[in-house]
């Protein structure tokens, strides 16, 4: 997982509203509706409960320590959705307790290795890699007026790529799977088609070739440059929960809003609806 950096996410809260605009042109959902399609839950009735659901955001010093501002932008992001977010005052275990003791209905937090948001009440667990390729496919099927039938590319078989290969299954796509390390796409068609036994999974081991024949594409590698500008067609749409982004400054010239990308909105959201739900 590609460690973020202050830089990489200080303008979030100060862009909220102009992004959920965007979201909005691009796929006729707004961030919350995007959550809650990638969710299966009706926005109007989790817009009642929004207000009433408290989330604590707690910093943890593990590993690498604090990415500053990092807690504060999630609470952010939960507090333009409607969310009762707090940024915890304390940090690490007096943080963790603290909630608890205030009653909270959910914590959110993360070290090196996961991002986790807890229901407290249900002790449900949500993870950000698993929320992340799920809101992504969810927001493609939106942009692509419904993947259903449609031949779309899946780059990068780690955990964001196998949650989204997952739902644009279950949203009726037809899957291709590429990743640098071909065992990883073979052992994912495996597991995939462990529950799934009838789809046709494609395994694509050239890249370059494969991407001008997919007019839909999930790029989901910790990679740059994995989607060449000069490889970019006319016509095609693109998720990209990748981080850091694996498209050119070009390629998003020439993509302009056939192209969704963000470090953390799409993800905390999608987390979020699914502590809720
Ligand atoms: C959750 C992000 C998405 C991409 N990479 C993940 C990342 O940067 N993880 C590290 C998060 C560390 C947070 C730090 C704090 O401020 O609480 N422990």
């Given at each position: 997982?590609?460690?973020l950096k202050t830089n990489d996410i200080c303008d979030i809260p100060s862009r909220l509203e102009q992004y959920n605009q965007d979201l909005l042109?691009?796929?006729?959902?707004?961030?919350?509706?995007?959550?809650?399609?990638?969710?299966?839950?009706?926005?109007?009735?989790?817009?009642?409960?929004?207000?009433?659901?408290?989330?604590?955001?707690?910093?943890?010093?593990?590993?690498?320590?604090?990415?500053?501002?990092?807690?504060?932008?999630?609470?952010?992001?939960?507090?333009?959705?409607?969310?009762?977010?707090?940024?915890?005052?304390?940090?690490?275990?007096?943080?963790?307790?603290?909630?608890?003791?205030?009653?909270?209905?959910?914590?959110?937090?993360?070290?090196?290795?996961?991002?986790?948001?807890?229901?407290?009440?249900?002790?449900?667990?949500?993870?950000?890699?698993?929320?992340?390729?799920?809101?992504?496919?969810?927001?493609?099927?939106?942009?692509?007026?419904?993947?259903?039938?449609?031949?779309?590319?899946?780059?990068?078989?780690?955990?964001?790529?196998?949650?989204?290969?997952?739902?644009?299954?279950?949203?009726?796509?037809?899957?291709?799977?590429?990743?640098?390390?071909?065992?990883?796409?073979?052992?994912?068609?495996?597991?995939?088609?462990?529950?799934?036994?009838?789809?046709?999974?494609?395994?694509?081991?050239?890249?370059?070739?494969?991407?001008?024949?997919?007019?839909?594409?999930?790029?989901?590698?910790?990679?740059?440059?994995?989607?060449?500008?000069?490889?970019?067609?006319?016509?095609?749409?693109?998720?990209?929960?990748?981080?850091?982004?694996?498209?050119?400054?070009?390629?998003?010239?020439?993509?302009?809003?056939?192209?969704?990308?963000?470090?953390?909105?799409?993800?905390?959201?999608?987390?979020?609806?699914?502590?809720?739900?």
């Amino acid at each position: 997982m590609t460690r973020l950096k202050t830089n990489d996410i200080c303008d979030i809260p100060s862009r909220l509203e102009q992004y959920n605009q965007d979201l909005l042109v691009k796929t006729g959902q707004t961030l919350l509706g995007i959550a809650c399609h990638a969710r299966g839950v009706d926005e109007i009735k989790i817009q009642h409960q929004v207000k009433s659901f408290n989330i604590h955001v707690v910093p943890i010093t593990a590993g690498q320590g604090i990415i500053t501002d990092f807690s504060a932008i999630v609470t952010a992001i939960l507090t333009f959705l409607g969310f009762d977010a707090h940024l915890a005052d304390q940090v690490d275990i007096t943080g963790i307790a603290r909630s608890f003791e205030n009653h909270a209905n959910a914590i959110m937090m993360a070290d090196d290795h996961k991002f986790v948001g807890i229901n407290l009440n249900k002790g449900a667990v949500v993870d950000n890699s698993e929320a992340t390729g799920r809101v992504f496919a969810a927001a493609l099927d939106l942009m692509a007026k419904g993947i259903r039938g449609r031949d779309v590319l899946v780059l990068g078989c780690g955990p964001v790529g196998e949650a989204a290969a997952q739902t644009l299954l279950s949203l009726g796509g037809k899957l291709a799977l590429f990743d640098t390390n071909l065992s990883a796409a073979l052992s994912l068609k495996e597991r995939l088609l462990r529950f799934r036994a009838d789809q046709k999974i494609r395994i694509e081991p050239d890249v370059i070739k494969a991407i001008p024949r997919y007019g839909y594409l999930l790029e989901a590698t910790p990679a740059k440059g994995t989607i060449p500008a000069k490889l970019i067609g006319e016509h095609q749409l693109v998720a990209a929960p990748g981080v850091p982004l694996g498209i050119s400054p070009r390629g998003c010239q020439v993509l302009k809003h056939r192209l969704i990308h963000d470090k953390l909105e799409l993800g905390v959201a999608a987390m979020a609806i699914s502590l809720l739900a």
